[in-house]
């Protein structure tokens, strides 16, 4: 999948994340920051990759503001943003087939 525009999903609440999404230069550019980052950061920075690798995604910028998301919770939103920089939120796509 390929990241047309700028697009966000989530909020900055506890237990939830904020993530953005924008065009890329050929290679993923992860900028992460977290409540949890000591405990957690690696496991947060792996999810959100993992994900991004799941759906095809190979070049962009993705922001994660994370304040103690769960995994499912981090995923759905990679997968949020993403489809919404496609302008494929409003079509009949398999919300959760693309991430396990």
């Avoid at 230069?25 to 920075?45: A, C, F, H, P, T």
């Avoid at 991004?52 to 995604?57: I, Q, T």
Wanted: aromatic letters at 4%.
């Amino acid at each position: 999948m390929e990241i047309l525009k700028p697009a966000a999903a989530g909020t900055l609440e506890s237990s939830d994340a904020q993530v953005t999404v924008e065009p890329g230069d050929g290679k993923i550019e992860l900028s992460l920051s977290s409540s949890v980052m000591n405990q957690y950061g690696r496991q947060i920075r792996d999810t959100v990759l993992e994900t991004l690798d799941r759906l095809g995604v190979t070049s962009a910028k993705v922001s994660v503001v994370d304040k103690g998301a769960l995994d499912c919770t981090l995923k759905a939103r990679v997968e949020c943003a993403v489809f919404r920089s496609m302008d494929a939120s409003d079509k009949n796509i398999p919300w959760g087939g693309a991430v396990r």
